[in-house]
């Protein structure tokens, strides 16, 4: 009775902080970049609070949900840098018309003074010398000739800095351009994520029909295959050699009903002798190393961040291997040479059997609810 009281009062908790996170800022929209990074800001820091919640189904949709709203605050805010760089490039295309403009402009005008001034060299010194008036028309053409050689001066100089103009303006385009582009990959990317978000937010509701007992079971589960793996590398029974493609066990539900919840193989790599030394069985899967099942095999949870794997502590929030099953076959087959193991782990008040091969190089696989 205590218990279902505990239970009852956590559930109530976390509705209530769950309304109120909901309601206070996930009903915020921004309508500009700084509004959505101030809102992005409070909703990460509300996202800490959330996660050291208690373990409940409530708390993790809560969380999923605040998950999905961050994210869709980085789509919009990610749109809003779209369409501010946009406008930018738009307006240095602009600029970038009107200095190539003043470019032409320059240019003819340099290039007709240059010619007026091999016109003015081709008129003879020594006529201007003999003129009756020479004095005062050699003064106006040395000082008509010191204007316009300063005017020129100046033409050429505006010209200089009309042509590093240009090019400042093309530089600085073409790195909005590659900023435009990198906003519209991180732009995919964020959609991606929300749809994966939206998606496991599903997958958990679908799988656990919304309960939050069957919620506990599948985390309780997750904690139970963890310590029969620490039993079964302290204690198996040693089998014999096996060759790759052997037949090593079958696929069962041996730990229901307190560490599974149906039929399928729970299988795990690690990499030495640790208890926490797991790694991702993909790359194995798809190199040397065969299938332990046929196929068409159907994978119903995978390795790492999954919907509800982030309440997985022990691990630190991952999946630690590949929850399958096959259409075809129950035969579980051994992957890759090795020697075989037997461990019959206690979780709960059920029974766990669990196969184990011992690979070259330190590498080991676990094979756990085998009938």
């Known amino acids: 009775m205590k218990i279902l009281k505990s239970f009852i009062t956590v559930l109530l ?20 970049k700084e509004d959505c990074d101030e809102l992005i800001k409070k909703t990460e820091e509300k996202l800490a609070g959330v996660r050291s919640q208690k373990n409940s189904l409530s708390a993790e949709i809560q969380y999923m949900d605040s998950q999905i709203y961050l994210t869709t605050l980085k789509i919009q805010s990610t749109q809003q840098q779209i369409a501010n760089t946009e406008e930018e490039i738009e307006t240095l295309g602009g ?31 020594f006529n201007i010398f003999l003129d009756s008036n020479n004095a005062s028309t050699l003064f106006n053409q040395l000082k008509y000739t010191q204007i316009a050689q300063e005017n020129d001066r100046r033409v050429a100089f505006q010209l200089q800095q009309a042509k590093q103009n240009f090019e400042d303006q093309k530089d600085l385009r073409e790195r909005k351009a590659q900023e435009l582009e990198n906003l519209k990959a991180q732009l995919e990317s964020h959609s991606a994520n929300v749809d994966k978000q939206r998606q496991e937010k599903q997958a958990i509701l679908q799988i656990t029909k919304n309960d939050e007992l069957t919620y506990q079971r599948i985390i309780s589960q997750a904690l139970a295959e963890f310590r029969a793996i620490q039993g079964a590398i302290l204690s198996s029974k040693e089998l014999g050699p096996v060759k790759k493609g052997e037949p090593i066990a079958l696929v069962g539900n041996s730990g229901a009903p307190d560490c599974s919840t149906g039929k399928h193989l729970h299988y795990e790599v690690h990499n030495n002798e640790s208890w926490n030394s797991w790694i991702d069985p993909s790359p194995y899967l798809s190199g040397d190393w065969l299938n332990p099942l046929q196929d068409p095999i159907i994978v119903t949870q995978s390795y790492g961040n999954t919907p509800w794997s982030s309440r997985y502590t022990y691990s630190g ?14 035969v579980i087959r051994a992957p890759a040479d090795g020697t075989l193991y037997a461990s019959t782990q206690l979780c709960g008040s059920s029974v766990l059997n669990v196969r184990r091969i011992d690979h070259a190089n330190g590498i080991r696989s676990f094979y756990l609810h085998v009938q």
């Open 13 to 32: 908790i976390s509705t209530f902080v769950f309304f109120v996170f909901n309601k206070g800022v996930n009903s915020q929209i921004c309508n500009s």
């Open 95 to 125: 600029r970038i018309q009107g200095v190539n403009d003043s470019l032409d402009y320059l240019t003819k005008l340099l290039f007709n003074k240059i010619k007026e001034g091999y016109k003015r060299r081709d008129i003879p010194f």
């Open 317 to 330: 929030g991952i999946h630690t291997g590949i929850d399958m099953y096959s259409n075809s076959s129950d």
